[in-house]
């Protein structure tokens, strides 16, 4: 089962965020964590296992784009292209509910690629609890919502994924209620944005 963890949603605790830390890297662990939108699934960027079991746990297939989940824009211009106008809209829209997807760089691994367009989501969450995780780990966190296969809304409270899935996941970071909506997700790869899915971040900007 995994390790249950309690945190502050506000001002996480420092010793429940190293422990994680040290999960995701001495471990290869797979952890269900809190963000801005709602509750997802995040392993290291480089894990060996995490991207297969995400897809597992969620029954989606090698053409689902994974988010890679950054610190700040300067992480987040490490892995993915960015045009002028990309970079404005970006900015201006983070830290915040939204996922991006656009060319992913030689920083990410091919695995983690869409297979045909090249592409990866990327996004910078406002959390506390996420930004504190991505703070102390240094690098991104490989992400995917935690929409279980058949459900209509994601699972918004920790104890309830740990009842669900503790058996598929080594550790579940608690901070209460979550929301129900995902990120917005918006492509910006071929240069004009196209909102892909209307979530907890306004779409206006983008249409």
């Not at 040290?22 to 894990?47: E, H, N, Q, V």
């Not at 279980?148 to 901070?175: F, K, M, R, Y």
Request: hydrophobic share 40%; net charge negative.
């Amino acid at each position: 089962m995994a390790r249950f963890l309690e945190v502050h949603p506000v001002n996480p605790q420092a010793r429940a965020i190293s422990q994680v830390v040290a999960m995701l890297r001495d471990d290869d662990a797979l952890i269900a964590y809190p963000t801005d939108s709602c509750y997802a699934l995040g392993a290291r960027l480089d894990s060996i296992t995490g991207p297969e079991r995400i897809r597992q746990i969620r029954h989606l297939d090698a053409k689902h784009d994974f988010t890679l989940v950054c610190s700040d824009f300067h992480q987040l211009g490490s892995l993915v292209h960015l045009d002028n106008s990309a970079f404005r809209a970006i900015k201006a829209a983070t830290p915040g509910p939204y996922t991006f997807i656009l060319p992913a760089t030689k920083e990410v691994p091919r695995r983690l690629h869409h297979p045909k367009k090249k592409t990866v989501g990327v996004r910078i969450p406002q959390h506390p609890v996420v930004r504190e995780l991505l703070r102390e780990l240094g690098e991104p966190l490989l992400t995917s919502t935690l929409l279980l296969p058949g459900a209509s809304e994601p699972l918004t409270d920790g104890w309830q994924i740990n009842e669900e899935i503790g058996h598929l996941v080594d550790a579940v970071l608690d901070s209460g209620e979550c929301g129900t909506e995902p990120t917005t997700v918006v492509d910006l790869s071929s240069g004009a944005p196209e909102v892909l899915r209307v979530g907890a971040g306004d779409p206006t900007p983008f249409e």
